[in-house]
């Protein structure tokens, strides 16, 4: 995955060091035996139990016809059962493919097919909705269920089914452990291939950033699977550290704030949404005691400084800026960092081997300061999805840069601010929305001509989409509803669907008579902005 040459530096280097997931979980069982590592409501789990959990699991798997190299889908909210699923996996060598509660039949049926999955992991019923149902999309994968199995495999009966003995011999480190999504800017998502060795590089890196020790105490609000709570320094950064977990099933002060008062939480990670929805509730005079808390982070989708500003007054705590990707690289605010800094920018890489770039549309490099598109190559950025050789082409240049699609500034010390995208991707409170994907789909209804979902400025989420429709001729205009329940019929997660809909005679073209998508995006962004009364069509 990276060429012979670079592989050889990052191990020489000291980033890559042969440790597999469940090297370090093991680890981990020795050294903190009985310390709670786990808390998922009245369940308590301590660093031993994990590791014995995750081992009877992944017998059971393997008495199953789980195999080293299969992927297997996994879709949980935030419960303890994720870990064990996802530790058994790495255990056997088998491929989670992380998948979010919010997603549907449309996506879950994408991740099985493009990954021939074996398994389909999932809960019952989360959120209203019945997780089950998404089985008829899932082709040939076993349909494993965390809770009431309706009629599947129950994923409780798989911990004593299987000899752990008998288990074949782990991975290794150079191997893949994971693919990710990727927060794709066309089509649905491209798969992220990540190994032991340059994941678990960039864990130990942001632990020791974000100051993790054993008396950490690190609260989950975001679903688990996404990449920020995951490793940014997140679940695992606190594994690595020998810290406690605290899953919560809902990122909503009043679910998360008496987490945080009993537990003695001292970091957790949020999005902007959440992060002013948090200092709202913390200035009421019932809020339970947040003085625990050390560190609030907030990535995903960049900061208002005017925000940031509050974050000590409000909640007591300092605030790191983090800014990373899927992909790879990863930057944050330091918690010595000067206020100026953290208020101002999304942070600096973790490591001295980040090779940045910050080019123009010619992909000549642009001075300090000067905003450009962000390049990035390094010993945890991937060379290349999974499966996708066409699409490589375009997302990496020549000499295994990766094309962000970000455009930055690049401050004195390489502290970066993110000044927007430059693909057409909306950032909708911190879940990316490939416009491509949504138009595709808009396209099925039977009075659309034409599609095209543009990012609206929003306060509070960051940005919204609005679908502009070009309809059939003699054919009547759908309304919002009926484009939310066209959407929704068709499985695509929710947070995709589009918050307006503006119907157009046509599309603006170029000089040219073309259309051109980043002209048309423009164009329409701007009619989204305008006042009510000036729009036309």
């Not at 899932?138 to 299987?162: F, N, S």
């Amino acid at each position: 995955m990276w060429p012979q040459e670079f592989a050889a530096r990052y191990r020489e280097r000291g980033y890559w060091t042969g440790q597999t997931f469940d090297d370090l979980l093991a680890e981990r069982a020795r050294t903190f035996a009985d310390r709670v590592a786990v808390v998922d409501g009245d369940r308590r789990i301590t660093y031993r139990q994990w590791r014995e959990r995750a081992l009877r699991l992944a017998a059971g798997l393997y008495d199953l016809g789980v195999r080293p190299g299969d992927r297997v889908v996994v879709q949980l909210p935030n419960v303890a059962e994720f870990f064990d699923v996802v530790f058994a996996l790495f255990r056997l060598g088998a491929l989670p493919v992380f998948a979010l509660p919010a997603h549907r039949a449309a996506e879950i049926g994408y991740f099985c097919a493009h990954t021939e999955a074996v398994a389909f992991v999932t809960t019952d019923v989360h959120g209203g909705f019945d997780h089950r149902s998404l089985a008829a999309v899932t082709g040939r994968a076993t349909v494993i269920v965390a809770g009431e199995p309706g009629g599947h495999t129950a994923l409780a009966d798989l911990y004593d089914r299987g000899d752990v003995d008998r288990l074949p011999a782990g991975p290794r480190a150079g191997e893949l452990a994971f693919l990710q999504l990727s927060g794709g800017s066309t089509g649905l998502p491209k798969l992220i291939p990540r190994t032991h060795d340059d994941y678990l590089y960039s864990v130990r890196a942001s632990a020791e950033i974000c100051a993790l020790n054993a008396g950490s105490v690190y609260l989950v609000t975001l679903p688990v699977a996404h990449n920020f709570p995951m490793s940014s320094p997140g679940v695992l950064g606190a594994l690595h550290a020998g810290a406690r977990i605290v899953l919560s099933p809902s990122p909503d002060p009043a679910v998360a704030f008496p987490l945080v008062a009993r537990e003695g939480v001292t970091i957790t990670a949020l999005v902007p949404p959440l992060a002013l929805v948090w200092l709202e509730a913390a200035q009421r005079a019932e809020t339970p005691d947040l003085s625990s808390l050390q560190v609030v982070q907030v990535g995903g989708a960049k900061l208002a400084p005017a925000v940031a500003q509050r974050v000590r007054p409000v909640l007591g705590c300092r605030l790191q800026q983090v800014f990373g990707m899927a992909e790879g690289l990863v930057n944050y605010t330091r918690l010595d960092d000067a206020d100026d800094r953290v208020w101002h920018t999304q942070g600096r890489p973790i490591c001295p081997d980040d090779e940045i770039r910050v080019v123009d549309d010619d992909d000549v490099e642009v001075p300090d300061q000067t905003v450009g598109h962000l390049l990035t190559r390094g010993p945890y950025t991937i060379r290349g999805y999974w499966r996708a050789a066409e699409h490589n082409r375009v997302a990496f240049t020549a000499d295994g840069f990766y094309r962000t699609g970000d455009l930055v500034r690049r401050l004195d010390g390489g502290y970066l601010v993110v000044e927007g995208r430059a693909k057409d991707q909306i950032n909708r409170g911190g879940e990316k929305i490939a416009a491509e994907e949504v138009e595709n789909h808009l396209l099925t209804h039977p009075a659309v001509h034409d599609a095209a979902v543009v990012a609206v400025p929003d306060p509070y989420l960051g940005e919204r989409s609005c679908a502009f429709l070009v309809c059939r001729a003699g054919q009547q205009p759908p309304t919002l509803g009926q484009v939310r329940s066209h959407l929704r019929d068709r499985g695509l997660a929710g947070y995709k669907v589009p918050d307006l809909v503006r119907v157009v005679d046509a599309f603006p073209v170029t000089g040219v008579g073309k259309t051109s998508r980043r002209d048309l995006r423009a164009a329409l962004r701007d009619l989204a902005a305008a006042p009510a009364a000036d729009r036309r069509g």
